[in-house]
């Protein structure tokens, strides 16, 4: 009894020694002390270059995730490494030296202490505050501008895609970055919600210009690149495009672009006046009525108002034209389609498209303009007498008149046809000779004179038949006649 007393004893105090020598063999000195937790990662028994391969791989996994900023429909991502998000890797110094300073009591409670309860480290996730600063900055200042609408990218398949559609926002700057700041040192990096103090949503964001995915129909004209009339033709594209129309809906060029006035920024180009090109303000809006015009009949839509030019136009055949006058002259068309439509018109130097989007089931299987008769008008010559000019002639040329009809046909793929005429009236110019001086009645003065001169002449001669015959004689003796 006294024998196992003793062994007891002696294994306890073997256990003891054990217990007291444990944490000290297990440590090596080069390596963590068992236990230690990094992150939530157990790093006991790493080495220095151990500890720098594994937050060199955290790090590498930190670069390729991103920030997600959303608010309505606006998604935006930063990269973590655009911030320069990255674990702080001074922590590895303090690890390597926990439970080793040196005092044998201390260090074997760390060490026990570590071993059973575990000590968790966390190295702290740090970033570039002036870049996170900017990115704020620059995200504030992408949506202070107006709100605007989703712009069409059209594909040379005829398909549509939409992009843009920012709206505006007055974003808090000082309370994104704090929520940025908290978003990085989370595990699972969370969506963060943009904070905005006003916004105004755009009339058409990508979402709802979905339902325009197809071109309807498409017609471009060419023009020269005279300065004003180009930026007329500008100015009026921009009024309509990015006009939308519900089913039912009637559009008015006059409506849409309103008044060509110097106040709207139109300038003086040519314009057409009885058949004579005249200075005018909003000098080539025509060009983009008559575009547009093209481009409605071949989506198949119809055509309430359109009137033809004075004068044929170079940039269509002849018919295909429409010309407006505010007040006077307007181009007008129906979305006759159970679908919305959506006017876009592309503008560049020297030419511009017109475009009438919509939903494909819409789209015409095929659609043309067809020219149905054409035809020449003759003009005339016109004199007439002006006495204030001071000219004795002048000459205003005129020429030939028109007329013409074309169709419009639109077939669709389940058999409905839609087809409708349009006839134009060119009116011939009159030849104007016009002289300062009445020339039937100079032709009559002349003839007077002539007559005048004549009669002269004729009794002239006939005194002279009349008049005696004088005879003298020379001092020879010889006969002289004198008359």
């Known amino acids: 009894m006294k024998k196992l007393k003793i062994i007891l004893c002696g294994a306890g105090a073997a256990g003891v020694i054990a217990v007291g020598i444990a944490p000290f063999i297990w440590a090596k000195q080069d390596a963590v002390i068992p236990g230690m937790r990094l992150n939530g990662q157990n790093v006991g028994g790493m080495t220095r270059e151990d500890l720098s391969q594994l937050l060199k791989k955290k790090n590498q996994d930190l670069a390729h995730k991103k920030i997600r900023l ?7 991502e930063w990269p973590m490494a655009d911030l320069k998000v990255h674990y702080d890797e001074s922590k590895i110094d303090d690890m390597l030296s926990l439970g080793k300073s040196g005092h044998i009591f201390s260090d074997w409670l760390v060490r026990w202490k570590t071993l059973l309860s575990g000590n968790i480290e966390q190295s702290p996730i740090l970033y570039d505050r002036t870049i996170l600063k900017e990115k704020a900055a620059a995200l504030a200042e992408k949506y202070s501008q107006p709100a605007e609408d989703a712009k069409p990218v059209i594909h040379d398949d005829g398909t549509v895609t939409f992009t843009g559609g920012n709206p505006y926002m007055k974003v808090d ?3 994104l ?10 595990k699972e990096l969370p969506v963060v919600e943009i904070p905005v103090l006003e916004e105004k949503a755009p009339g058409l964001t990508v979402e709802k210009a979905g339902r325009f995915n197809t071109v309807l129909g498409q017609y471009t004209t060419y023009f020269s690149l005279s300065p004003n009339r180009s930026r007329n033709i500008e100015l009026s594209a921009q009024a309509i495009s990015g006009t939308i129309l519900d089913p039912g809906a009637g559009f008015s060029y006059n409506n849409t672009t309103g008044t060509r006035s110097p106040d709207h920024g139109y300038l003086e180009a040519p314009v057409i006046i009885d058949g004579k090109l005249e200075p005018g303000y909003g000098g080539g809006v025509c060009q983009t009525s008559t575009t547009l015009f093209n481009a409605v009949m071949l989506a198949g839509l119809p055509v309430t108002e359109r009137t033809s030019h004075f004068s044929p136009v170079a940039y269509v055949p002849i018919g295909q034209d429409a010309t407006v006058s505010f007040g006077d002259l307007d181009f007008c068309f129906t979305n006759s389609f159970e679908n919305p439509v959506y006017v876009y018109v592309a503008y560049a130097p020297g030419e511009i498209t017109c475009y009438i989007l919509g939903d494909r089931a819409d789209k015409p299987q095929q659609s043309e303009i067809l020219l149905q008769h054409s035809g020449s008008i003759p003009f005339k010559t016109i004199e007439k007498v002006d006495p204030s000019q001071k000219e004795e002639k002048t000459i205003e040329y005129g020429h030939e008149g028109y ?5 419009q046909y639109a077939r669709w793929a389940d058999g409905r046809i839609y087809q409708d005429t349009f006839e134009s009236y060119y009116e011939p110019v009159d030849t104007v000779i016009t002289y300062n001086k009445d020339p039937k009645k ?9 007559s005048k001169e004549i009669e002269k002449t004729t009794q002239e001669k006939q005194k002279n038949k009349k008049a005696p015959v004088q005879e003298n004689k020379s001092s020879d003796g010889k006969m002289i006649s004198l008359r």
């Not at 959303?70 to 935006?76: A, F």
Request: glycine letters at 6%; a negative charge; charged letters at 45%.
């Open 70 to 76: 959303n608010h309505g429909s606006v998604k935006e």
């Open 173 to 175: 700057e000082e309370k």
């Open 177 to 186: 970055e704090r929520l940025v700041e908290t978003a990085v040192t989370e």
């Open 403 to 407: 007329s013409a009809g074309i169709l």
């Open 442 to 450: 100079q032709e009559t003065e002349k003839n007077k004179e002539k």
